[in-house]
């Protein structure tokens, strides 16, 4: 009986799990083969002027061409000026060791010769009082020789005039390093040129020429026929067109009719009063050392002459004595005083007011605005570099337009 049982619902269940296969089984569909089209990619740039409704008709990698073009001229102008940077502080630390070095020409030398001076004074002196013999030629032979020798470096001194050599070391190191400082200004904050390259090297030659390091063939002229002003810039390259402010420029780029009328009556008290007056003062010194210069070998060649004859006569002790004293006070006025220095000093200040008066010129003879440097930044560089402020440099100018000028430009020097 259970087997009975059994046996319905077993056929019953095997009857419903083949009507549910087959209810889930669905027939297989052919394979149908479609291809679909590639979708162009674009970059964010051309989608959006597509989007837009404009369409970019010039192909990404000549902008890319361009890019890295002036990306790699950029880059050689900025490692140019690098160069241009590492020689100018090359220079820098080269004309000072040297400033250093003929500065202890100076002393060393000016010290030595009085020593030289004075000894043999005092041997000429000591040999008048000696009686007749040996130890008398011995003196007399020693001052001769000691003033013979004096003689010479005195020549060699005055020559190469060492205060001076020194003086205008210093000066190129100061201007040097003003270059300097002016490359690193652009590099931080310029755009720099192939132009500026070129300009930068003009004025690194002009300060070598103007500032010679070596002293056979390339010294400067110690007691030319007229006093000069120094000259370290390019003729050409007087005229400031570099602006580095760009924010908040005007029409007219800063200059107004009052400006550049201020700017002219500033130029004819630097020319009249100042470049003059140091160019009187330039040759009144040149001329004080010209003498000093003679008056020094000459003086230790006739207590030269004097020692030699000392015994023969009652003259020559004393011109030999009285010779040598004077050489000595000369030589430490001269070389102690430092008055080729003074020289070398009249001359930088004299070309300093030579090159600020170039510059006005040439910055107002530019017809364009534009090319000019900025006039509010020009007339504050003009009152710094000449030690006043904006409301005195104005005021000079009303005193110079009036007729009035009671004072120099320049409050520094």
């Known amino acids: 009986m259970a087997s009975a049982l059994l046996l319905p619902s077993a056929s019953s269940s095997s009857s419903c799990s083949r009507k549910i296969h087959a209810a889930i089984q669905v027939p297989k569909l052919p394979k149908v083969s479609f291809s679909v089209p590639k979708i162009p990619k674009r970059n964010l740039g051309e989608e959006l002027n597509i989007r837009n409704g404009f369409i970019n008709t010039t192909p990404v990698e000549k902008f890319n061409v361009i890019d890295d073009r002036s990306h790699r001229s950029s880059t050689n102008v900025t490692i140019q000026l690098y160069a241009i940077l590492e020689a100018v502080a090359d220079r820098v630390e080269m004309h000072a060791n040297i400033g250093e070095q003929r500065d202890n020409w100076n002393t060393l030398l000016l010290n030595s010769i009085n020593m030289i001076i004075l000894t043999a004074a ?61 490359i690193q200004t652009m590099l931080a904050i310029g755009t720099p040129t ?9 004025k690194v030659l002009a300060l070598d020429k103007a500032y010679p390091l070596p002293l056979l063939g390339a010294m400067l002229e110690k007691f030319p026929a007229k006093f000069e002003t120094a000259v370290w810039w390019p003729k050409n390259q007087v005229l400031q067109k570099k602006n580095f402010s760009h924010e908040g420029k005007q029409c007219n780029n800063g200059w107004s009719e009052e400006l ?116 509010e930044l020009f007339e504050m560089k003009v009152a710094m570099k000449l030690g006043r402020s904006l409301s005195q440099l104005r005021e000079l100018a009303k005193k110079s337009a009036s007729s009035r000028v009671d004072e120099f430009a320049s409050k520094l020097f």
């Open 194 to 202: 192939q132009e500026d390259v070129k300009e930068l090297m003009e």
């Open 260 to 375: 550049e009328t201020e700017m002219r009556e500033i130029i004819k008290v630097v020319e009249r009063e100042d470049i003059e007056d140091y160019v009187r003062l330039g040759n009144l010194a040149l001329k004080i050392n010209k003498t000093l210069a003679i008056s020094g070998p000459l003086l230790t060649g006739i207590a030269a002459f004097g020692s030699a004859f000392i015994g023969n006569g009652s003259w020559a002790p004393i011109v030999a004595v009285a010779a040598g004293a004077l050489a000595s006070t000369v030589n430490a006025f001269e070389h102690g005083g430092q008055v080729g220095m003074v020289i070398e000093m009249y001359r930088n200040c004299g070309g300093f007011f030579q090159l600020l008066q170039e510059s006005i010129e040439a910055t107002l003879e530019e017809k364009d605005l534009e090319k000019r440097e900025n006039g």
């Open 122 to 182: 005092t041997m000429a002196g000591v040999a008048a009082t000696s009686g007749i013999g040996m130890p008398l030629l011995a003196l007399k032979l020693s001052s001769t020789l000691l003033y013979s020798a004096a003689t010479g470096m005195l020549l060699i001194m005055n020559k190469i005039q060492p205060s001076q050599l020194a003086e205008e070391q210093r000066n190129a190191t100061r201007l040097f390093k003003q270059l300097q400082s002016q």
